[in-house]
């Protein structure tokens, strides 16, 4: 039986929030005197974020405060009165609205008033796009990553049940986003496909990949290639299962844009004797269209195997070279 744990449960970003910020807190001196460990471990938690922004690693540490939702800003913590280090923390949500450039602005106006140097951090526990992660960085905001806190959490050992709670839910967590490695595809899950998006964002030019919402409750998507046709954008996109030729945007004259696209991508397939292209289950009438479509089994692999990443990336190249030739057919 499995043992319980906490974060399990609590599993949201505030649960999240909760354990960073409690962690950080105990790094102020005087708690050694409760937990030498736990204060230990905190010290090189905010060491561990410090010198990832400043070429002067901090030695001592005299004073830590530490709190949470100043401002709407998930983590802060002020360090010898000379740091402010200020975190946006994420599990599988991203970035919304503005509020990375606000939260800097309103930290970079506390420092300047109160003499203290700000810098920023976006943990991010789960996966994001790395075209997401690159605005982050163009918002000044270092990107901790999944992997980077376990190689920290694997230096560090403690008998807390609350720090080891985190610690074996960060794991767990990693085992399912890596799970697409070595389970058959038919046992993909939410985490599976995230983790293998992220993967195919080092193989492939990929655009973007995110949730997508539709009424059907949506799904995770990813798109790529794309090229101009008559004016508009065609492209591939991977919908959590299916590969999608697609067509967008489209403003008006909807179906005639759909019927002239996918006529063309229908007389190449055919021409090139790729029979798996075929018509989706019904063609829509929106702002962005499938007009062909590629079974899973047919790039990906059977329900029952286990992916080959090369043989997939192969079978991906493969079809960017169709709509290449597609859109050289105009």
Same mark, same amino acid.
């Given at each position: 039986?499995?043992?319980?744990?906490?974060?399990?449960?609590?599993? /949201?970003?505030? /649960?999240?929030?909760?354990?960073?910020?409690?962690?950080?807190?105990?790094?102020?001196?005087?708690?050694?005197?409760?937990?030498?460990?736990?204060?230990?471990?905190?010290?090189?938690?905010?060491?561990?974020?410090?010198?990832?922004?400043?070429?002067?690693?901090?030695?001592? *540490?005299?004073?830590?405060?530490?709190?949470?939702?100043?401002?709407? *800003?998930?983590?802060?913590?002020?360090?010898?009165?000379?740091?402010? *280090?200020?975190?946006?923390?994420?599990?599988?949500?991203?970035?919304? @609205?503005?509020?990375?450039?606000?939260?800097?602005?309103?930290?970079?106006?506390? =420092?300047?008033?109160?003499?203290?140097?700000?810098?920023?951090?976006?943990?991010?526990?789960?996966?994001? !796009?790395?075209? /997401?992660?690159?605005?982050?960085?163009?918002?000044?905001?270092?990107?901790?990553?999944?992997?980077?806190?376990?190689?920290?959490?694997?230096?560090?050992?403690?008998?807390?049940?609350?720090?080891?709670?985190?610690? +074996?839910?960060?794991?767990?967590?990693?085992?399912?986003?890596?799970?697409?490695?070595?389970?058959?595809?038919?046992?993909?899950?939410?985490?599976?496909?995230?983790?293998?998006?992220?993967?195919?964002?080092?193989?492939?030019?990929?655009?973007?990949?995110?949730?997508?919402?539709?009424?059907? =409750?949506?799904?995770?998507?990813?798109?790529?290639?794309?090229?101009?046709?008559?004016?508009?954008?065609?492209?591939?996109?991977?919908?959590?299962? +299916?590969?999608?030729?697609?067509?967008?945007?489209? @403003?008006?004259?909807? @179906?005639?844009?759909?019927?002239?696209?996918?006529?063309?991508?229908?007389?190449?397939?055919?021409?090139?004797?790729?029979?798996?292209?075929?018509?989706?289950?019904?063609?829509? /009438?929106?702002?962005?269209?499938?007009?062909?479509?590629?079974?899973?089994?047919?790039?990906?692999? !059977?329900?029952?195997?286990? *992916?080959?990443?090369?043989?997939? +990336?192969?079978?991906?190249?493969?079809?960017?070279?169709?709509?290449?030739?597609?859109?050289?057919?105009?």
């Amino acid at each position: 039986m499995n043992r319980p744990n906490l974060f399990q449960i609590a599993s /949201s970003e505030l /649960s999240q929030d909760a354990f960073f910020a409690w962690l950080m807190q105990w790094a102020d001196p005087p708690n050694i005197q409760d937990n030498p460990t736990l204060c230990t471990i905190g010290q090189d938690f905010i060491r561990f974020l410090i010198n990832k922004q400043c070429d002067e690693p901090l030695s001592e *540490i005299h004073k830590v405060e530490t709190g949470r939702q100043w401002e709407n *800003i998930d983590i802060w913590a002020e360090i010898n009165g000379a740091y402010l *280090i200020v975190v946006e923390d994420k599990t599988s949500t991203t970035r919304h @609205s503005d509020q990375l450039n606000r939260y800097r602005q309103i930290a970079t106006k506390y =420092g300047d008033e109160q003499n203290i140097c700000p810098l920023f951090f976006y943990l991010k526990s789960e996966n994001e !796009s790395a075209a /997401s992660l690159r605005q982050v960085e163009m918002n000044g905001y270092t990107v901790i990553s999944r992997e980077e806190l376990l190689e920290f959490f694997s230096a560090h050992s403690s008998d807390n049940d609350i720090y080891n709670d985190y610690v +074996a839910h960060l794991q767990e967590l990693d085992l399912k986003i890596n799970s697409f490695r070595v389970a058959p595809v038919k046992d993909w899950d939410w985490y599976s496909w995230q983790g293998f998006y992220a993967c195919l964002d080092k193989m492939v030019d990929v655009e973007n990949w995110c949730y997508v919402a539709n009424p059907s =409750g949506g799904f995770l998507g990813l798109w790529w290639n794309f090229r101009k046709w008559n004016g508009y954008n065609v492209y591939l996109q991977i919908e959590q299962g +299916a590969l999608c030729i697609k067509i967008g945007e489209v @403003s008006e004259n909807h @179906s005639k844009v759909r019927n002239d696209w996918a006529k063309v991508v229908k007389e190449h397939a055919s021409e090139c004797g790729f029979s798996e292209i075929h018509k989706p289950g019904r063609f829509g /009438s929106g702002t962005y269209m499938t007009v062909a479509v590629i079974d899973r089994k047919d790039w990906l692999g !059977s329900d029952d195997s286990v *992916i080959d990443l090369e043989q997939v +990336a192969a079978r991906l190249h493969k079809y960017e070279k169709f709509l290449d030739e597609c859109v050289s057919r105009q």
